[in-house]
């Protein structure tokens, strides 16, 4: 009966003693937060000045969604990425994100799709299902039209932790940026592999995604256009 106590302690010092190679480090909930919260992820030089990158962003959790949108701008800037070639998209949840994001990507006007939202744990299982469902979908797009579309959808379990994801301020990290990032470098890898061209975002319109500002801008460029031959 000795022997079989003496075995049970041996084991279990094996899978507690932090020296054993497979034992975790013993860490608080605020480091394991913080470090969840920071970018981990390295990035290159990288030239997206001729690629076309489309944003679907939610307006649900607006504040917080606007704040990843503006991480994805800076990202993109820094890449290079020319801000006309920049088309951005709302729809009104993350459940419609990647219906979205298969209507543009068969449009064949983008290059790469960042699909940005946040969802927030509640009292029901709804998280969990659009969770599940959103993160199927955004991956089913990417196989089936082979352009790359980037997760940017937050998941967390109260406010504080999407404002550490979602800003830079107080150490936080705006997960945006990275995500800009992934899409340039996803979407030079998919132009070196196929060696084509994107249509002009101007077909978009015809997809029936031409937007209000662009409509309007168009509108008095071809009212110019008039005067000039009247």
């Known amino acids: 009966m000795k022997s079989v106590f003496t075995a049970a302690a041996l084991l279990l010092g094996s899978i507690t003693c932090p020296s054993s190679a497979f034992a975790p480090m013993p860490t608080s909930v605020t480091a394991s937060r913080m470090m969840a919260a920071e970018s981990e992820v390295s990035f290159g030089e990288l030239d997206g000045s001729s690629l076309q990158i489309g944003v679907?962003?939610?307006?649900?959790?607006?504040?917080?969604?606007?704040?990843?949108?503006?991480?994805?701008?800076?990202?993109?800037?820094?890449?290079?990425v020319k801000e006309d070639n920049i088309f951005i998209k709302e729809v009104p949840g993350a459940y419609e994100l990647p219906f979205a994001a298969k209507l543009l990507a068969m449009s064949g006007t983008v290059d790469a799709i960042i699909c940005c939202g946040v969802l927030i744990k509640g009292e029901t299982l709804h998280f969990e299902y659009i969770s599940d469902a959103v993160t199927k979908g955004i991956m089913d797009v990417n196989l089936g039209t082979m352009t790359p579309v980037v997760y940017g959808v937050l998941n967390c379990l109260n406010d504080d932790q999407v404002k550490k994801r979602s800003s830079n301020e107080n150490g936080g990290h705006n997960h945006g940026e990275d995500w800009a990032k992934t899409a340039v470098e996803m979407a030079v890898m998919r132009r070196e592999a196929r060696g084509g061209k994107t249509k002009s975002l101007k077909e978009l319109k015809a997809m029936g995604f031409g937007s209000k500002d662009a409509e309007a801008k168009e509108g008095e460029e071809t009212e110019k256009k008039e005067r000039i031959f009247f």
Do not use: A, P
């Open 56 to 80: 679907l962003r939610t307006r649900w959790n607006d504040e917080h969604v606007s704040n990843l949108v503006d991480g994805i701008k800076s990202g993109l800037k820094e890449c290079n």
